[in-house]
């Protein structure tokens, strides 16, 4: 069973920057990671993800502006975050999908202000 805890959300500028973090616990190997968000009345949708080796995909909509990053030794993903608008405000989201299984985290809140 695999445990994802998230960390870092906030509450922000437009403009500004927050970083959050991602931690799994339970198994030595974590397979490919991603963070989702979804925000108030809409569903959750994909933002970031990254395999082991290191391959990453955006959605269009943070390209740019979102990094995402992981430590494989300490099973960790990181999602920078820059130049954040209104519209990233949003319950986000830790998943991997780990020996055929998919897990999620409980969410981090992230509110950006005009």
């Known amino acids: 069973q695999v445990r994802l805890v998230e960390s870092g959300g906030g509450l922000v500028q437009a403009g500004g920057s927050l970083r959050l973090s991602c931690a799994a616990s339970?198994?030595?190997?974590?397979?490919?990671m991603a963070w989702y968000r979804q925000a108030p009345g809409n569903q959750r949708e994909l933002v970031a993800t990254?395999?082991?080796?290191?391959?990453?995909f955006y959605a269009d909509s943070v390209k740019g502006r979102f990094t995402i990053s992981r430590d494989n030794a300490k099973n960790t993903v990181d999602l920078q975050m820059n130049s954040l608008e209104v519209e990233d405000t949003a319950d986000y989201y830790c998943?991997?999908?780990?020996?055929?299984?998919?897990?999620w985290g409980q969410g981090t809140q992230v509110t950006v202000s005009s």
């Open positions: 998943y991997t999908r780990t020996f055929g299984h998919d897990y």
């Open positions: 339970g198994s030595r190997f974590i397979g490919a």
């Open positions: 990254i395999t082991r080796e290191g391959n990453w």
